[in-house]
């Protein structure tokens, strides 16, 4: 059905994100029927620009967006996208200019609206607290007023919680949707789907049978043109407490009591609360020097551009958390995720214990192939298994054997950002799919020490190869526990 009628305001509607993300699940949503007549955007951004020249260059980007996220060549619907574009315009404004709220709220009128927080971190609180002074974050019975916050929240627990307490100022949290993106991804959703839909897989989902599990999310890209971003970031804020989070939760969480928003929202927030408190031993960063990926010689970290000479900013970083509950006690969970490594993947993979004993004596306990279940989140999108099989022929053998489901051989699915979910379901009011204000301070609480150490100069940065799957302390963490990190293949 489609969503209700509604203005999505844009702050930074002239960017990149608008123009790569957001207008291409804009229109995906527009080609599935599932906007209102009364659907509109407004870009509100600085630049000088206006409306035609806007919807021109929306519509570029939208054709290189259709021709190459298809397999086959498959050309614009244009009569979706000429529905679109003309329910696009573009209000020219300063972020911090009352002003530019009292041109929204003529446009507003009393009716729905999204505002959409597409900008750079530092402006999330003040256009906010602008809203509010405009008064165009109140609700009515009649309609809703919702704020989209984007990536990333904060830059540590304090800074996350000084913001959190910015926007409640100005808003209810049922006003506030907090986005991850790997949230968005159908096969982040599926690990949920596959737990609490299937009757065998949630009998086996805990500490007698699962030994430990790994989480990846491998990187092939370096920092591109976001050094200057990247170097007061690094690999753990980036991707730690927000995404790599996120997968743990998914995986960890107790079964809801229902799937309503909150329901959901408690038990992640409680699975990472229970997250044993990490210490830098416990972490390994990690940064790239100049290597080669597929055979192309990559430049070093500390050569790309707006990176320092000296930079001590980590590209990689592992780490082995401890969940303290009934579930999980004594399973260890390793993550790794890192710019510039071997191949891109992300997956999960869920290691269970092996054979009680040895009944086929050629194939001792040790020797059977380890049974693993991978949850492939991306670029192959699907569940793995292995376990051991019987290999053909008249001496008992065993030997490694793999089942898998892949997405792409079972559903025929368009091209798709992982946007056009979270933002329907923001249309719509389902807040499942985002973050609760604690469920991103337990990120944050889980990575804080971390930070505090590495600020204090505790734990080295080690160096690893472009193209290598990232540096040999972190085969170290795992080696420590007479484990290994599955390889990056
Ligand atoms: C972003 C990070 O949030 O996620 C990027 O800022 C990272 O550094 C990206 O590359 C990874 O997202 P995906 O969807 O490509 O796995």
Redesign the pocket.
């Known amino acids: 059905t489609p969503a209700p009628p509604c203005t999505m305001i844009i702050f930074g509607g002239g960017g990149d994100l608008t123009r790569r993300l957001l207008m291409p699940a804009i229109y995906n949503l527009t080609c599935a029927g599932l906007l209102n007549q009364d659907f509109s955007i407004v870009a509100v951004d600085w630049a000088e620009m206006d409306t035609e020249h806007l919807r021109e260059q929306l519509g570029a980007t939208i054709r290189q967006f259709v021709a190459q996220r298809r397999a086959t060549a498959v050309t614009l619907q244009e009569d979706e996208w000429n529905w679109l574009c003309q329910r696009v315009s573009y209000v020219r404004g300063s972020f911090d200019d009352p002003a530019t709220y009292q041109r929204l709220a003529e446009i507003c009128g009393t009716g729905n609206c999204v505002f959409y927080l597409a900008v750079a971190a530092r402006f999330f609180g003040t256009i906010v607290s602008q809203l509010d002074a405009a008064n165009l974050t109140h609700e009515t019975e009649q309609s809703f007023r919702r704020v989209v916050v984007e990536?990333p929240f904060g830059s540590d627990l304090g800074s996350a919680r000084a913001l959190n307490a910015k926007l409640l100022a100005s808003l209810e949290e049922s006003q506030i949707y907090r986005i991850d993106?790997?949230l968005g991804?159908e096969t982040v959703q599926n690990i949920l789907a596959l737990r609490f839909s299937n009757g065998f897989f949630e009998p086996l989902w805990n500490r007698q049978n699962i030994d430990h599990v790994q989480i990846t999310?491998a990187?092939t890209?370096g920092v591109e043109k976001r050094g200057r971003f990247y170097e007061g970031t690094g690999a753990l804020r980036?991707?730690v407490p927000?995404?790599i989070m996120q997968l743990l939760a998914m995986v960890a969480m107790e079964a809801p009591a229902s799937f309503d928003a909150d329901a959901v929202r408690d038990e992640k927030s409680k699975v990472l609360a229970a997250i044993h408190e990490t210490t830098y031993r416990d972490a390994v960063r990690g940064q790239y020097v100049a290597g080669a990926i597929a055979g192309r010689p990559t430049p070093g970290y500390r050569e790309e551009p707006d990176v320092a000479p000296d930079s001590q900013t980590e590209t990689f970083v592992a780490m082995k958390l401890s969940i303290d509950n009934w579930r999980w006690a004594g399973v260890p969970f390793y993550l790794r995720t890192g710019k510039r490594l071997t191949l891109r993947k992300?997956e999960i993979a869920v290691h269970f214990k092996q054979a009680p004993y040895a009944l086929f004596r050629d194939t001792p306990v040790e020797k059977l192939t380890p049974n693993i279940m991978v949850l492939q989140i991306?670029p192959s999108e699907g569940v793995t298994m292995q376990f051991s099989a019987k290999l053909p022929g008249p001496v008992v053998k065993l030997g490694g054997v793999r089942m898998k489901f892949d997405y792409a051989d079972w559903f025929q699915e368009g091209p798709s950002t992982?946007y056009e979910t979270l933002i329907y379901d923001c249309l719509i009011g389902d807040a499942t799919l985002f973050q609760r204000a604690d469920n991103v301070e337990m990120g944050w609480r889980v990575v804080q020490p971390i930070l505090d150490a590495w600020q204090a100069s505790q734990g080295e940065v080690c160096q690893y190869e472009a193209g290598r799957p990232g540096p040999t302390e972190a085969d170290e963490l795992l080696a420590r526990d007479g484990r290994h990190w599955l390889r990056l293949t």
Request: net charge neutral; aromatic share 8%; no cysteine.
């Open positions: 990536k993106h790997y991804k999310a990187e890209v980036d991707m927000n995404h992300t991306q992982g």
